[in-house]
Structures are given as C-alpha cells and as structure tokens.
C-alpha cells in the first residue's frame, strides 16, 4: 500500500494472533493508524497504531519467542480491507492494561488464505 493516501485511518475491528501455536490472543474494539511525517520526511511511510483491546492476554503479547499477526480492519462489503500491521521494526512498543501504542509500524494489505482460495475459485 502506497503511503501518502491517508493521514489517519480508524476501525472497530482488529485481531492479533499468533500463526504458529494458531492462538488468538487479542481482539480490537477500537484502533487508530496515523502516518508519521510528511511527504519529503524519510517517517513519511511509516505509521502510529493506536489500539483498545476487549480482550488481549498480555504473556502471550510480549512473548518474544513467538511472531505475532496484527490484522486490522475497515469498510463494508465490497470496501472491506485488511491491513496487516509489521511491528518487527517498530521504534517503541507499549501495552497498558487493555491500550496499546506501537510507534514506527509499516503497512500492507492481508489476504487471508479462505479469502484467496474463493477468489480462485470464482474464477
């Protein structure tokens, strides 16, 4: 996803799991993207997220031995995207009770494999 198009993006919607022990360990009531500097800025393409947890078990969160999938999502219908949101550089990671704040994140959209097998089979 090209950066530039949006300063700030929020939704209701958001899950962070972890692939390889196929855990659910939060679900997202409310987050927020915002896009770091301007255009000439070498921050310009990456992004603040912004997130309120319903449920997040915080162990499991900050266990560094397992690799986390942030989905986050937006829109209705033919409109609805998923972003996946790469905290693996992020400058600055902080979980408070149910809030959560990670600075310095990338973007890109996330298809996930039922997604992309109906598409296929559509065709």
């Given at each position: 996803m090209p950066h530039g198009i949006f300063q700030i993006l929020s939704g209701p919607k958001g899950r962070v799991t972890i692939p390889a022990?196929?855990?659910h360990i939060g679900t997202m009531q409310q987050w927020e993207l915002r896009r770091r500097g301007g255009d000439d800025d070498p921050?310009?393409?990456?992004y603040d997220l912004r997130a309120?947890?319903?449920y997040i078990n915080p162990h499991l969160f900050h266990d560094a031995d397992y690799e986390k999938d942030v989905i986050v999502e937006f829109g209705r219908g033919r409109q609805h995207l998923q972003l996946r949101v790469h905290m693996v550089d992020a400058e600055e990671t902080v979980l408070r009770d149910r809030t959560l704040l990670v600075r310095g994140v990338q973007i890109s959209e996330y298809r996930d494999e039922a997604q992309?097998?109906?598409t296929a089979a559509s065709l």
């Open positions: 022990l196929g855990a921050k310009s393409g990456s309120v947890f319903s992309v097998g109906r």
